[in-house]
């Protein structure tokens, strides 16, 4: 079933794995863009 999933460098991974890992991945790019784009954008000037 999960047999493309079997072995990326670390193994046997699970679904749990993945989400964690997808979870994660996340908040890192809501954190870069949260400091990226920290400035407010001006609009009326």
């Known amino acids: 079933m999960v047999d493309c999933y079997k072995t990326i460098g ?3 991974i699970d679904m749990e794995s993945v989400a964690y890992i997808l ?3 996340l908040a890192l790019g ?3 863009f949260a ?3 920290r ?3 001006r609009i009326g000037k």
Do not use: D, M
Request: hydrophobic share 60%; aromatic share 14%.
């Open 10 to 12: 670390l193994g046997k």
């Open 23 to 25: 979870v994660l991945t």
């Open 30 to 32: 809501v954190l870069f």
């Open 35 to 37: 400091i990226a784009f």
């Open 39 to 41: 400035e407010p954008p």
